[in-house]
């Protein structure tokens, strides 16, 4: 084992505890909807290992698809927060996110 591949493992291993401990507290702040914190931490060590592992035992592994690997546990944690703290309402096709619910009419023109 050479020099940088210890150095690639240790960071990846200390990189992939702490973004999963954050996950874990964020989860727990926030409580999503969906699953345990334990559970979506658990997924970040997953991808994040898998990452690792990966990055150490392929050394010719596309960078691209390594990182795509490395961020899919937390990207799925971030849509489940997002969906979690804006709750499970319809959606209304007809209005934008942005949009107050006082304009009684729903147009976005001023009145002249």
């Given at each position: 084992m050479s020099v940088t591949t210890?150095?690639?493992?240790?960071?990846?291993?200390?990189?992939?505890?702490?973004?999963?401990?954050?996950?874990?507290?964020?989860?727990?702040?926030?409580?999503?909807?969906?699953?345990?914190?334990?559970?979506?931490?658990?997924?970040?060590?997953?991808?994040?290992?898998?990452?690792?592992?990966?990055?150490?035992?392929?050394?010719?592994?596309?960078?691209?698809?390594?990182?795509?690997?490395?961020?899919?546990g937390p990207l799925l944690y971030l849509l489940e927060r997002d969906d979690s703290m804006r709750g499970g309402d319809a959606a209304d096709p007809t209005r934008l996110p942005s949009q107050s619910e006082e304009s009684p009419d729903g147009s976005d023109e001023p009145d002249r």
């Open positions: 210890a150095v690639v493992a240790a960071g990846g291993g200390v990189a992939v505890a702490l973004i999963a401990a954050a996950v874990y507290r964020d989860a727990v702040r926030v409580g999503v909807d969906l699953g345990s914190p334990a559970l979506w931490a658990a997924l970040v060590v997953l991808t994040g290992g898998a990452s690792v592992v990966t990055a150490i035992l392929v050394p010719d592994a596309p960078l691209p698809g390594v990182l795509v690997l490395t961020a899919f």
